[in-house]
């Protein structure tokens, strides 16, 4: 392709792999294990948000009523399966916690009243505590879960003293792993320093540990000073090395980790397994197996149901109106990648005065003279996406996704951006992450497409159905306020 070529030949150098402007969607998983908060704390922070859900409406009936009748206690046993388990927000920066404890909550509470509404029961009880308790429990999670942050050192050092670590090879995941070990005051985890035998221009931690020797002294190293934790960072290739001194630590008896180089790749839902009872580690892999799987695609049919019920009496006028205010079909069918990168038919409303799908495919640009005056404003407000909730029903796509990308742009893009076809791991998407982060629209540049690409990974890394959740209601919001699709 012409156009192809011409990307090619002005990108020849290779295409730098993350865009500046591309955020990250909440971290549930770093990119490699490293410590988090040990078994009080993860039992702390599993029950810290269903006991504080129940006790803060207890607290309120309490004050209200001067009791607790047998009704608000089943409301408490249904509020407490609801909230459970609570989640590790340790690792959140303090200011997100409040935003996460909200989306959960509204979750939560959103279920409770529907089920009250629908069943009717909710008449039965008082609204004022109902009222109060909707603004009162996320307040006390968000005031409890900032309160354990500030204990959890003092929590960690009543479980006794801290065990000493080491980190063998000061590379990239080596430094980063120090780093970490370093920062995080709850692991109960304490850093002793680094050996490593590179000379010190080669190190990347520019001083910020201690080195305590080379690979050579690591095994006297942990015997003189009682070391209990090991984390080897070494290269791949260095097999004969971390194979000695493998042999020299079997002298000891400190816990060996290994943290080979492979996982500072770009790992999307890395995991182990085992194979015929062999232990293997995902590299790449969808998020969308077993469980999460079965929970994505009854979401995205619940969900697609309800929304088809309720808007195709709009549909219907939309439908009407493309067809008497330009010559052309109502539906524009287009090839795009579907999951696993198999083609498929893609349905929106006809918003231009041309229906291209060929080898070659003009973006949609600023003033474009082929939108139609009704396609400008279905495209503005993304209306003309509509009847891709068909395309969901059939399981060609999913609600919340990496949007699909015409053939066309895919076979133009993928040799320009590293990992591009990894985001055909899961099925397309009506929106995105990248979407709600400014990659909405025309992609003129191939940085706007690599930071639409990462964003694109980050969902896969990430996904979880609050993830979803928090998309959809985003998509909402900005449907009316961007400025970016035309």
């Known amino acids: 392709m012409p156009e192809a070529q011409s990307l090619l030949e002005r990108h020849a150098r290779p295409a730098r792999r993350r865009a500046a402007a591309a955020p990250a969607p909440p971290s549930r998983t770093a990119t490699f294990a490293v410590p988090g908060p040990g078994p009080l704390m993860l039992a702390l922070e599993a029950t810290l948000e269903p006991l504080v859900t129940v006790l803060s409406l207890w607290l309120l009936v309490w004050w209200t009523e001067g009791s607790l009748s047998p009704s608000w206690l089943i409301v408490s046993v249904v509020a407490f399966a609801l909230a459970s388990p609570g989640r590790s927000l340790l690792r959140l920066p303090a200011e997100r916690v409040l935003g996460s404890v909200l989306l959960a909550w509204g979750w939560t509470a959103g279920l409770l009243l529907a089920m009250g509404f629908a069943t009717g029961l909710i008449y039965g009880f008082s609204s004022t505590v109902i009222v109060h308790w909707l603004w009162f429990a996320p307040a006390a999670q968000v005031v409890t879960h900032w309160t354990l942050r500030l204990a959890a050192p003092h929590l960690v050092r009543l479980q006794g003293p801290s065990l000493r670590a080491v980190v063998v090879g000061m590379n990239e995941q080596g430094c980063s792993l120090a780093d970490r070990l370093h920062g995080t005051s709850y692991s109960g985890i304490d850093l002793v320093g680094y050996f490593d035998d590179r000379t010190p221009d080669r190190r990347w931690d520019q001083g910020r540990h201690r080195l305590l020797g080379r690979l050579a002294d690591v095994a006297d190293y942990v015997k003189a000073h009682r070391v209990q934790l090991i984390y080897l960072s070494l290269p791949m290739a260095s097999q004969p090395r971390i194979k000695a001194l493998l042999d020299a630590l079997k002298d000891t008896t400190a816990s060996v980790y290994f943290v080979p180089d492979m996982f500072v790749t770009d790992l999307i839902q890395g995991r182990t397994d085992s194979v015929c009872g062999l232990p293997v580690i995902s590299v790449c892999e969808t998020p969308f197996r077993g469980p999460a799987g079965i929970l994505k695609r009854g979401s995205d049919v619940v969900l697609a149901t309800l929304i088809m019920i309720l808007l195709t009496p709009f549909m219907l006028l939309i439908a009407l109106a493309v067809k008497l205010s330009s010559p052309g079909p109502v539906i524009f069918k287009q090839r795009r990648y579907g999951l696993d990168g198999e083609e498929i038919l893609v349905y ?57 990308h015409a053939v066309a742009h895919n076979e133009m893009y993928r040799p320009l951006i590293k990992s591009y076809m990894v985001r055909h791991k899961v099925k397309p ?58």
């Open 348 to 404: 929106k409303f006809r918003s231009m005065t041309v229906t291209e799908d060929g080898g070659t495919i003009e973006q949609a640009r600023k003033n474009d003279a082929r939108v139609t005056r009704i396609g400008a404003l279905l495209r503005r407000t993304s209306m003309d996406e509509l009847p891709q909730f068909i395309n969901v029903l059939q399981g060609r796509m999913s609600i919340v996704g990496p949007r699909p």
């Open 429 to 486: 998407g009506i929106t995105g992450w990248a979407q709600v982060n400014g990659f909405r629209g025309e992609t003129d540049s191939l940085e706007k497409m690599e930071g639409r690409i990462q964003c694109d990974l980050d969902y896969l890394r990430n996904w979880s159905l609050r993830l979803d959740l928090y998309i959809i209601l985003k998509t909402v919001r900005l449907v009316f306020r961007d400025s970016a699709a035309y």
